[in-house]
C-alpha cells in the first residue's frame, strides 16, 4: 500500500512542482516588469524640455559714467576668464558686447558665471573713455578722457 500510494502521488508531486516552479518564474518575471516601466517613467518624466518658464534670465551689466551718472550707450564690454591652460596662460574673451541705450548689457549667465573672479574679468571701452578693467560686477562706471 505504501508503495501504491507515493507511486500514485509522484506524477502529481511533480507535476506540482513543475507548475509551482514556472508559477514562481512568471511572478518575478511580472515584478521585474513592474520595476522597469517605473524606472522607466521616473527617468522620462525627469527629462522634461525647458519651457519659457525655465530659462534663465541674462545678467544685466550697466555701465554708466563715473562723473555724470548717466547710462552710457554703445560701451564695449568684454568678460575674460582664465586660458584653458590656466591663469599664468593668458586670459581669453567669454563674452563681447555693447550697452544699449539705457547703458545696459545683457549677458547670458553661464558667460557672466565662467568669467574670471580677479579684478580684470571686465573690459569696458568706449571713445572719448578711458578704458577701464574691472572684477566681477553688474554695474559699472567709467571716466572720461581727461577726468
Known sequence: MQNSISIGTLPQ????????LHFEQTKILKINMKKICLFILI??????KQGDRDTIPAVNIQVT?????????GAAISLRRCANAGC??????EFGGTTDNNGICQVPPDNYNNASNGDD???VG???????SFAKS??????RMGA
Not at 527617468?43 to 522634461?48: D, L, N, Q, R, S
Request: proline letters at 2%; one cysteine or more; glycine letters at 6%.
Open 43 to 48: 527617468f522620462f518624466a525627469a527629462c522634461k
Open 13 to 20: 508531486v511533480s507535476l506540482i512542482k513543475s507548475f509551482g
Open 126 to 132: 568706449k571713445r572719448n573713455y578711458q578704458t577701464q
Open 121 to 123: 574679468a571686465i573690459f
Open 88 to 93: 599664468a596662460w593668458g586670459s581669453v574673451e
Open 138 to 143: 553688474t554695474t559699472l562706471s567709467i571716466k
Open 65 to 73: 559714467d563715473a562723473t555724470t551718472g548717466q547710462p552710457v550707450s
